[in-house]
């Protein structure tokens, strides 16, 4: 009898935490409890034939030296330690001295058929740094000897690429040396060769970096992007396979200047993940478009005033369930399991 009470007074305990989670989010959990480093941003996540694998920047802080890459998998439903598969290091004096820089946004995509690709930037600041890719053949077990991109290829520079009917790998991406400038480039046979296009014409001064991708019925790509001036997410579509972009211009979305991303689901429908506010990083919010102008809120992941829950990720999975991940608190990632077929749509404030 006691130990029913006790099932039962826990059960009564729990309900409250799964009656407060937004309808459509199965599961949330922190990718890891306890790691070897104080702060982590900057998430990626991908679906491999042996499960998820995650990627993220930790270290003291973001841009301090120590900042490394590193990986974790779902094995077994639980996620695997962290491991740093990158550090930065970039040779050692014959006096000792190890010449380091950090490591900032890894981008995970996994070829068809084909080794899982990491793709991350290495360097002082945003607008010093350069890109590299490393490659795992054994799902994120072991990874290849990071390889630095040919100059001014950054790859990806935060959200996902997206393989294209062409066999072409389309890389949203951007650049800060010269103003925050969006822009795409292109790989045929997984970063050995690249295209790259022309900064896409900003009319609005919004300066737009780390753009995501959707893809519509009609063949036509369409980017979103976040802005440093624009107080909202602005956008650009292609009718050509990423080839040329129309000028950049503002969505409805309220925008703080902060990481976004998105994913077109199979049914058609386009899913975001952002910060539904003009100032600081919190909340984090779902969003559900049909045609990639008109947004409906989904759900409010996580509201807290003066927190930061940023940087999201955001794939489907085979099995028509959607992963995000983002950055808690710069102390965890967060990751949520999420049924798409159960969300329930109310207007955007």
């Not at 998820?52 to 590193?70: P, T």
């Not at 991350?120 to 077990?141: A, I, L």
Request: charged share 20%; aromatic share 8%.
């Amino acid at each position: 009898m006691l130990k029913a009470c006790w099932s039962l007074l826990l059960a009564v305990v729990a309900m409250p935490a799964l009656a407060a989670e937004p309808a459509g989010v199965v599961e949330r959990e922190f990718i890891y409890e306890t790691a070897p480093f104080p702060e982590c941003h900057a998430s990626t996540i991908a679906e491999t034939p042996q499960g998820l694998v995650a990627s993220w920047f930790g270290g003291q802080y973001e841009k301090a030296k120590d900042v490394g890459i590193w990986v974790s998998r779902l094995q077994n439903g639980k996620w695997t330690a962290p491991v740093e598969v990158a550090n930065g290091i970039q040779y050692t004096s014959v006096d000792g001295t190890v010449h380091r820089h950090p490591c900032w946004n890894p981008v995970l995509h996994q070829q068809p058929g084909g080794p899982l690709v990491l793709f991350f930037k290495v360097g002082p600041s945003p607008d010093t740094w350069w890109g590299e890719v490393m490659q795992s053949e054994d799902h994120g077990v072991t990874w290849s000897t990071p390889r630095r991109l040919p100059e001014t290829i950054m790859g990806p520079v935060k959200n996902k690429a997206i393989l294209l009917k062409s066999g072409a790998l389309l890389c949203p991406t951007s650049s800060e040396h010269d103003g925050w400038k969006t822009h795409f480039e292109m790989t045929s046979d997984l970063g050995k060769t690249w295209t790259r296009t022309p900064a896409v014409e900003d009319p609005i001064n919004a300066g737009a970096i780390q753009p995501t991708l959707l893809m519509h019925p009609d063949g036509r790509l369409q980017a979103l992007a976040r802005s440093r001036t624009a107080k909202a997410i602005v956008e650009t579509f292609s009718s050509d396979g990423g080839q040329t972009w129309t000028p950049l211009a503002k969505t409805s979305l309220p925008h703080p200047n902060s990481g976004i991303d998105a994913v077109t689901l199979k049914d058609g429908r386009h899913l975001l993940v952002y910060n539904h506010t003009p100032k600081g990083r919190s909340p984090i919010n779902l969003a559900v478009s049909n045609d990639g102008k008109t947004w409906k809120s989904a759900a409010v992941l996580e509201v807290e005033p003066g927190a930061e829950f940023s940087y999201p990720a955001i794939i489907q999975t085979a099995d028509g369930l959607v992963h995000i991940t983002y950055t808690w608190k710069r102390k965890k990632i967060t990751h949520l399991t999420v049924d798409p077929s159960k969300l329930q749509l109310t207007d955007l404030p």
